[in-house]
Every structure is written in C-alpha cells, then in structure tokens.
C-alpha cells in the first residue's frame, strides 16, 4: 500500500471531526449583514480583476458601498474588459500605489470611510501608510491581523493569528494579537471564544520561547490582563483541534479539541499554517486587520472574489460591534 492509500485510509478511518465536507460557516456571516447597513469602504488599487470584483460583489451585496481609489483610466479599462459594471461607484482618481493608500488612509482618518480594503497592489506598500505613526490608522492597540478559516474537515470557526502583520512578536505584542481576536471573535457571535497558544509541545521549555509565552499569557489571562476568552497553552496543534489527540496524551482542558483561536509563534508559522489548510485541507479564508481605527480588509492577491466578499462581511460585523449606535 502506498503512503497516499494510507493516509486516505486513515482520513476515512479516523475524521478530526465527524460531518461532512460540506460544511461551511462563511455563510453565517454574510446571512447578518444582511440586516446591517453597509458601510463606506475604500478599495486601494482595484486593478485586477478580482480585486475590482470581490469589491463590486460584496456592493451588490449591500455590504459595502465602495469608493474606487486608483488609476481612473486603468479601472475603467479594466472594467470594460471583464465586463464589470462600475457605473455607480465613485473613483478617486490616484497616478500611484503609494498615493492611491495615502488617499484611502486619510479618507478613513477623516471619517469619509468606516473601512478600507486592499486591492491588487502588495500588502507591504498599503501596511506601511496605514501604520504611520502620525498620519495613519494606528491607535492604542497594536495593529494585528486575523485569518478566519472556515474548514471542512473542523465545524467551528477558526481564526489564525499574526500570519500577515508582526514578523516575531514578542510576549507584549501577544498580549494585543490575543486580545485583538478574542475581540473580533465576540464580533463574529462566539461569545467566550476558546484560545490555544500554539507551540511544538504542551510543556513549557525554558528552550522554546513561545513556550514561555503561552504560559505567561495564560496567566495573565487569570489577573483579567486577557479577558473575553479562556486561554491555554502551551498547546501543539493537534491537540488543540483534536479531542482524540488530547485524550491520548492526557490533557484536560475546555479548550483542547475545541479552539477557536490559534495564536501561532510568529508569522512563518503562522503564514504557513493558514495557507497549507487553505491549499491541501480545502479551507476558505477571509483576512482582517485589527487594532486600527477601522477595520482593513486586507486579502492575498490570489484570493478569490468570494474570499474578499466574506472578508468584507467580516470588517461589517467588527465596525458594528465597535460602534454599536
């Protein structure tokens, strides 16, 4: 028998969790927006064909009402092209990358816009105008990111972070990246949502540094310095997806085989994490940055039209959960 039968069998065998492939939760998201107004979104550089059309679905949608900043000529050649009807949708004409995010940052600092959302130009030129310290979108928070993942082969919603924004955060930026997505996850209708600390082992290791992360968190997590969830780690990522595997490695704890919430080491961990259930576990991913003054919806440059309509459905959802008048 090859590997690949072996572990075909062992899939059919031994499931993470028993139903089937055709559950989704994205679904519930855009199912709530639909009682919520949509909100004044700006999309930096839509000028590729599924940067321009994630953003005009999710406006046919009456998610977000968007406002089109970039190269006008270029949007309007694009849109005849791909046969995309922008006819109702303002453009803010902008010659480059770089200015076209200088205007979608101001337009939310000065309250022209409730969100921003990436389109087809690199995530390092938007990230780097919006996190100016003086003229962009930073606040008291450290600003973070969240994948929410929705996996067949899991029937709960996950969320991932930092896979986009902090490189190596240290134990002070994990206070922000938890608390940011227990925020976002209360946001999301997971009212007390079940947070595991990821590392290689469930020991803490004076060795392995995000051991000792994930145990100071959990601790500070008992003086209220974390609240709105239940935090435990160290915790591999098995056992925090797995009851099975933590019933065979003795582990007892609410958030074993349960998490909502997987706070990774760093960002290649992390990175690679969400992108290896998107690419060979068949999940859906939607992307967020928190901790600025409007949510920013920021998505791959492959991702699909779909993946941007539910990220917008996720920046809905967080700007009514922080504003609820």
Known sequence: MSDLATLAEAVAVDPLVGHGQDFHVF???LERCKDLPAITTTVCWPLSDVALRGA???AEANIIKPILVGDEAGIRALARKTGINIADYPIVDAPTENKAAQIS????????????MKGSLHTDELMRVAMARDTGLRTSKRITHVFVMDTPA???TLLITDAAINIEPELEDKVHIVQNAIDLAHALGIPEPKVALLSAVETVNPKIASTLDAAALCKMADRNQITGGILDGPLAFDTAVSEKAAKIKGLV???????DILVVPDLES????????EYLGGAQ????VLGARVPVILTSRADSAETRLTSCAVAVLLHYAQNPS
């Open 154 to 156: 899991y029937a709960r």
């Open 270 to 277: 992390g990175n690679m994490l969400a992108k290896q259930l």
């Open 27 to 29: 679904h519930q998201f």
């Open 253 to 259: 704890s609410p958030v074993t085989g349960k998490a």
């Open 285 to 288: 991913l939607a992307g967020i």
């Open 56 to 58: 005009i679905e999710a």
């Open 105 to 116: 940052v101001d337009m939310c600092r000065t309250g022209k816009a409730q969100a921003m």
